[in-house]
C-alpha cells in the first residue's frame, strides 16, 4: 500500500513563496512518476506539475511554469513543490499524487495524498 500526506500549506501574501512537501510510505516510492495538482473552489482539478522516477523528467503546466518547481528526494520518499511569486489564483487545495506512467492526467493517478491547503491574499 502507498500513503501520501501533504504539508506546508498555508497562507502567503501575494508574491511570495511556499514549499509543500509530499511525505510517501510504500517501498514503491521511487519507481512511481509524482504529480501535484490543485483544485480551487467550483472548479475541476488541474494538473500542476509531474515529475519522472529518475527526477530528470518534468512538466509543469503553462500557468505556473518560472513560478513553481517539482523536484523529489527518493532517500527521503518525499516529493516537493517549491511555489514563488504566488498570485491570488494560485489559491486551492493541492494534492500530491502518484502513478505507475509518466502522465499529467489526473484519471491515470491511483494514489493521492489528502490535499494541504494554499491561499494568496491579494
Known amino acids: 500500500q502507498v500513503y501520501l500526506v501533504e504539508s506546508g500549506g498555508g497562507l502567503v501574501q501575494t508574491g511570495g513563496s511556499l514549499r509543500l512537501s509530499c511525505a510517501i510510505s510504500?517501498?514503491?516510492?521511487?519507481?512511481?512518476?509524482m504529480g501535484w495538482f490543485r483544485q480551487a473552489p467550483g472548479k475541476e482539478r488541474e494538473f500542476v506539475a509531474a515529475?519522472?522516477?529518475?527526477?530528470?523528467?518534468?512538466t509543469h503546466a503553462d500557468s505556473v511554469k518560472g513560478r513553481f518547481s517539482i523536484s523529489r528526494d527518493n532517500a527521503k520518499s518525499t516529493v516537493y513543490l517549491q511555489m514563488d511569486t504566488l498570485k491570488p489564483e494560485d489559491t486551492a487545495v493541492y494534492y500530491c499524487?502518484?502513478?505507475?506512467?509518466?502522465?499529467?492526467?489526473?484519471?491515470?493517478?491511483?494514489?493521492w495524498g489528502q490535499g494541504t491547503q494554499v491561499t494568496v491574499s491579494s
Open positions: 510504500g517501498r514503491t516510492f521511487s519507481s512511481l512518476v
Open positions: 499524487a502518484g502513478a505507475r506512467v509518466y502522465t499529467v492526467t489526473a484519471e491515470r493517478y491511483g494514489y
Open positions: 515529475l519522472s522516477w529518475s527526477g530528470i523528467g518534468t
